[in-house]
Antibody, heavy 119, light 107 residues
């Protein structure tokens, strides 16, 4: 049974970089059948897709965040990561790592982790 | 971007009721639409994909329909565990977008 679990600091200072990782257990991130992504949820903006990566190396980003986002994958550790730079209070959200099938539906979610931006 | 508008934003219903939620898109697209259920403190869960296909393990009281710009999720015979928030999502084009959610509350 494949499982995802977000890992990273719950508190980030304004203007700094938010960094989260998502180890994949029970399955391989190298599967060609899936994309691995990040989605966030805040009270004011609902669910927002941040971006995703495929084992081919292709990345896909939401244009609204693209200038600040890097999503990468580490096949040796079977995990993928999110870096969001220059954070502000508006980036306070629950961040979910997720698996998309080939039609981009999210068929597996991590439990989510709350990230707060504050000095 | 494709904007998705869900209605109603909330609905009060009783166990056994039939509930219908609508998702309207800002532009016409095929049936690349999914529905998710989210209970408090949990991640969303995929219910319906391709507008009308039931995801593995999802009870048959959930059904989806629609195409173009209007889609519906119907829960036939509401159960206690169905009181939750429901979201639609389009995968027709990037960026992937979600509706604002519909909260199903106990009457």
């Amino acid at each position: 049974q494949v499982q995802l679990q977000e890992s990273g600091p719950g508190l980030v200072k304004p203007s700094e970089t938010l960094s989260l990782t998502c180890p994949v257990s029970g399955g391989s991130i190298n599967s060609r059948d899936y994309y691995w992504g990040w989605i966030r949820q805040s009270p004011g903006k609902g669910l927002e897709w941040i971006g995703s990566i495929h084992n081919s190396g292709s990345t896909y980003y939401n244009p609204s965040l693209k200038s600040r986002v890097i999503i990468s994958a580490d096949t040796s550790k079977n995990q993928f990561s999110l870096k969001l730079s220059s954070v502000t209070a508006a980036d306070r959200s629950i961040y979910f790592c997720a698996r998309h099938n080939k039609f981009w539906y999210v068929d597996l979610w991590g439990r989510g982790t709350l990230v707060t931006v504050s000095s | 971007d494709i904007h998705l508008t869900q209605s109603p934003s909330s609905v009060s219903a009783s166990v056994g009721d039939r509930v219908t939620i609508t998702c309207r898109a800002s532009q016409d697209f095929n049936s690349w639409l999914a529905w998710y259920q989210q209970t408090p403190g949990k991640a969303p869960r995929l219910l319906i994909y391709a507008a009308s296909s039931l995801h593995t393990g999802v009870p048959s009281r959930f059904s989806g329909s629609g195409s173009g710009t209007e889609f519906t999720l119907t829960i036939s015979g509401l159960q206690p565990e169905d009181f939750a928030t429901y979201y639609c999502q389009q995968t027709n084009s990037f960026p992937l977008t979600f509706g604002g959610g519909t909260r199903v509350e106990i009457k």
